[in-house]
């Protein structure tokens, strides 16, 4: 049995800083119930029957890359730039922690379960981390060891730090730290109980996972504490992953950080802003997998004494769509609409916290605004006042057909508050651009579009005479086009003259359709994600050697040209590799608000069905 390779990458990642249910995980989530109430945030993944065919496809793609010999490419480069002497000795190093490293059965280390979680801890380590693993039966002690050996050949390194060994009950602690010195606080714990295995930060969370591995006082670990127990009630029962974020814990405890670390003002300054924007309680997903389905259930509360500040006001308090396909045409490959953030509002935030929480704030906003007054430009005149910023974005297939094909049609649309100055702006935009390249002897033809509504224009670059993009506001929508038979068909659509996406079968099968208003929905077609990532690598390597090419044979130059040769040379062999990734077929997303608390997002990514498989939600096309 696997873990999905993705979750583990989504684990390692962090290190880097009206469905009911019943308020418990089902029984194969375990490691929640070692982790600390206290932690803030929690990403926790299972093994799951249905996934097994995914993470195939992901095992493929990884012994293809081992067969290119990329590691191998990657030490001669390396060593091409070291003398012999120091060539010996670095491979001796690479000999020994390859050994060392392959020791551990990492499968069969993240067999069962995966737990990564945080916690803000105590100055001068402002975070702890834990990470937990349910390995394959029978594989705990040998894998233990192997990875006390890699602390171990971590401590030989340095002169104080050593590796301590000990025994609490049947857990098994190795510990990683700076012999004698109570300032150094951080350390690596590695602790291992049957087939679960931990790793963590401190040795005050290490002592807290192990009290709740050996079953004491229950009551204090993740997975029984009330607030978890309340977020997972608002999403669907969780099939293989769960994460909770607690940012209302986190604000509060990074408040507390700050007003013992930052002197006075700076402290009551951070306190401030974190106040104006911290206006989200928690944010809990679930995951399941149906068929070539992956779907993800979110939701976000925000604080009830929070919910109408100004920070939330500029991040849900925008006018939602009525509906997701509005402008969208049937025959659309992807689109998106997003309300976005209202950024003359944060702006205008920023402003107000500036003057008045900050020593000097009102003159340093004189000084900034007599700098923008000598330029010419005032943010709030020149676009906050007219730009709103909701978008719609359209993929559309080429409306014409060139013998150098081209990858379609896009359709741009931003809304703004004033559609007459939008006009003047879009105007004098032009004007400039205009005598600009007339100023450098080329021209720009700017003529009426043909379009029903009245004051397009469309643009031709001589030097660029097969692009002709459309531009002009209709209603309190700034639109961008490539084409004007684009904008049609998106017009005609609104005007409910034709289909939208909603009538596209593949669309019924892959997307999803939310009744009402939304925040955000989007619909991304992945079936060719790995050709063109492989294509671009392709054209990486072509391109850039062209570009080597161009550097001069100087001894000064020498080794940079030899390194960008061979990364380049790397990058061509990663292209087979990235074509492998073919088995996507679509993401869909979409987002809405309850006008009260509660931000909801449901997501799917779907991929492909083996070939010749029955599968009646098989990719298509319309």
Known sequence: MRIALRHIGLSVLALLPTLAFAGTLPKQFTLGNY?????????????????????????EVFDMLKQTGIERDITKLAFSFMEEDQRDMVQALVDQWTKTVEAVAWGDLVNQEILYAQRVGELPQPYDYIFLARGKPGTGKANAEALANILKQLAALGEKVAVTESQDGSIRRWSLAVAGDSDVPFSVELMQKGDVISLTSSAQSA??????????????????????????????????????????MFLSRLKEQVGGMAPGDAAKLI???????????????????????????????????????????????RRSFKRFDSFVPIDAKSFSVDTSIDIGGVYSLILDIVETKMPGGKEAIAKFDDKMAQVGFDPQRDVFSWWSGETVSVDLPASVVTPFGGGGDSVKMFRVKDSELASKKIDAALTFVTGMLQGMGQGLVVTPADLPTKGFKQIMYPMMPMLKPVIGVRGDWLVVATSTEALKKCFAVEA?????????ERFKREGLVHDGPVLGASFTDKSKFGEEMG???????????????????????????????GVLGI??????????????????KVKSYDGELLIRTESVVTYKSPEGADDTRRAGTN
């Open 207 to 248: 002592s807290i996972v192990a009290s709740l591995m050996n079953g004491k006082a229950p009551e204090s670990s993740f997975a029984a504490s009330p607030r978890f127990a309340e977020a997972i009630g608002h999403v669907k029962t969780p099939e293989h992953g769960v994460t909770f974020l607690d940012w209302s």
């Open 571 to 588: 990058v061509m062999k990663l292209a087979p590799v990235l074509q492998k990734i073919d088995f996507y077929s679509s993401e869909a």
């Open 535 to 565: 294509s671009a690598a392709a054209m990486m390597g072509m391109f850039g050697g062209m570009a080597t090419a161009m550097i001069p044979n100087e001894p000064g130059a020498k080794p940079v040209k030899k390194l960008v040769q």
């Open 35 to 59: 982790v600390p109430k206290d932690s803030w945030m929690v990403m926790h993944f299972v093994d799951h029957p249905d996934r097994a065919w995914i993470e195939a496809q992901w095992v």
């Open 271 to 317: 306190s401030s802003v974190i106040d104006e924007v911290g206006f989200t309680d928690y944010a809990i997903s679930s995951m399941e997998t149906d068929g070539r389905r992956e779907l993800t259930h979110e939701v976000t509360r925000l604080l009830p004494a929070k919910k109408n500040c100004r920070m939330a006001n500029c991040c849900v308090g």
């Open 496 to 504: 409910g003259e034709a289909s939208s996406i909603a009538q596209n």
